[in-house]
C-alpha cells in the first residue's frame, strides 16, 4: 500500500528514518526505498526488520531528483516521502492505512507533526483545518515539508513530480500544483518528528531561500493576486537586505503594506 521514499543526501546515513520506521507499522505490502544521492550508503549495520530497495547513484543528482527516481523505482499507490533525518512516530503507518482507505474527497495528506529540538520536544503543526483552502497556501507552505506529504501516485504524476530545477522550496511548490488537482487534507495530530540540528539546511540558506522565493514568484505569480505578488517581494526585499545588497526602504510594498513592515522590523532586527 504504501511506498516510503528517502533521499540521502551525502554525508548522511538516515539513521534517525530507517530507525523509526521499524514501529511505525509496515506491513508486507509497504516498500522502503532509500535512494543515496552521490555516493554509496551501508545499512547492513541497522539490522532492519523489513527489506529496503537501495538505489546509489554514482554522481549527485539533488533532493527533488533522488525522489522522483524512488517513485520510478516504487510500485504502491500511496506515496509517503520521509528526509533523512525526520521520523515516523510509532504505529504512525498502520493508523495511516486505514484513513486513507476510508477517505473519498482528497488524494493528497498534510500530516500533523512536531519538532525535537536538542532535548526539547515542542509543539509542532498538529491543529491544522481538516481541509486546507486553496488561497492559504500561498504566502506560506503551512502544509509542511516533505515529510508531511502523503500523496496518491495518480496525483503525484498529474503534477509532475517535484521541479528538479527548484533551488529549495520544492516541498511548497508541488502543493501549490497538487491543489490543482485534488482538495488538499490535513490529518490531526502527531504523525511525523522533524530534528532541529546545526547541519547544513536548504530552508537555512538566505541564498538559497532567494532564490526559491524567486522560482516561486516566475512560476506561480501569474496566478497570484497583486497582494500576494507584494507580499512575496517585500519578503525578498528583506533577504536581500539581510544581506547587504538593498536598503531597508526597498522592502516596503504599497499592495501589502502590514507584511513590508513585519518583514521590514524582521530585517532590521536580524
Not at 490543482?180 to 540558506?205: A, M, N, V
Not at 516561486?216 to 507580499?231: D, Y
Not at 512575496?232 to 538593498?246: C, I, N, T
Request: contains cysteine.
Amino acid at each position: 500500500m504504501f511506498s516510503v521514499i528517502i533521499p540521502v543526501g551525502p554525508g548522511r546515513n538516515a539513521s534517525h528514518a530507517l530507525l523509526s520506521l521499524a514501529a511505525s507499522g509496515l506491513n508486507s505490502k509497504d516498500e522502503v526505498i532509500v535512494v543515496a544521492d552521490g555516493h554509496e550508503l551501508d545499512i547492513e549495520s541497522y539490522n532492519l526488520s523489513f527489506k529496503i530497495t537501495l538505489k546509489s547513484t554514482p554522481t549527485l543528482i539533488g533532493v527533488s531528483a533522488a525522489r522522483n527516481l524512488g517513485v520510478q523505482l516504487s510500485r504502491n499507490p500511496y506515496l509517503c516521502f520521509l528526509d533523512d533525518d525526520d521520523a515516523h512516530l510509532p504505529g504512525s503507518l498502520s493508523k495511516l492505512r486505514n484513513l486513507v482507505v476510508e477517505e473519498t474527497v482528497c488524494r493528497a495528506w498534510s500530516l500533523g507533526w512536531r519538532m525535537h529540538s536538542g532535548r526539547k520536544v515542542a509543539q509542532g503543526r498538529n491543529a491544522l483545518p481538516l481541509q486546507i483552502q486553496p488561497d492559504s497556501i500561498l504566502k506560506r507552505n503551512l502544509t509542511g515539508g516533505c515529510s508531511s506529504m502523503l500523496v496518491h501516485r495518480d496525483v503525484f504524476e498529474k503534477a509532475l513530480g517535484f521541479d528538479e530545477t527548484m533551488t529549495c522550496m520544492e516541498d511548497w511548490d508541488l502543493w501549490l500544483r497538487i491543489q490543482k488537482i485534488t482538495p488538499l487534507c490535513c490529518l490531526q495530530g502527531e504523525w511525523i518528528e522533524y530534528f532541529d540540528h546545526d547541519q547544513p539546511r536548504l530552508s537555512t540558506s538566505v541564498d538559497k531561500r532567494i532564490t526559491g522565493l524567486t522560482q516561486l514568484l516566475e512560476k506561480h505569480g501569474s496566478n497570484w493576486s497583486s497582494s500576494v505578488c507584494a507580499f512575496h517581494r517585500a519578503r525578498l526585499a528583506s533577504e536581500y537586505y539581510r544581506k547587504g545588497e538593498s536598503s531597508w526602504l526597498s522592502i516596503f510594498q504599497r499592495e501589502a503594506p502590514i507584511a513590508s513592515m513585519v518583514f521590514a522590523f524582521k530585517a532590521l532586527r536580524d
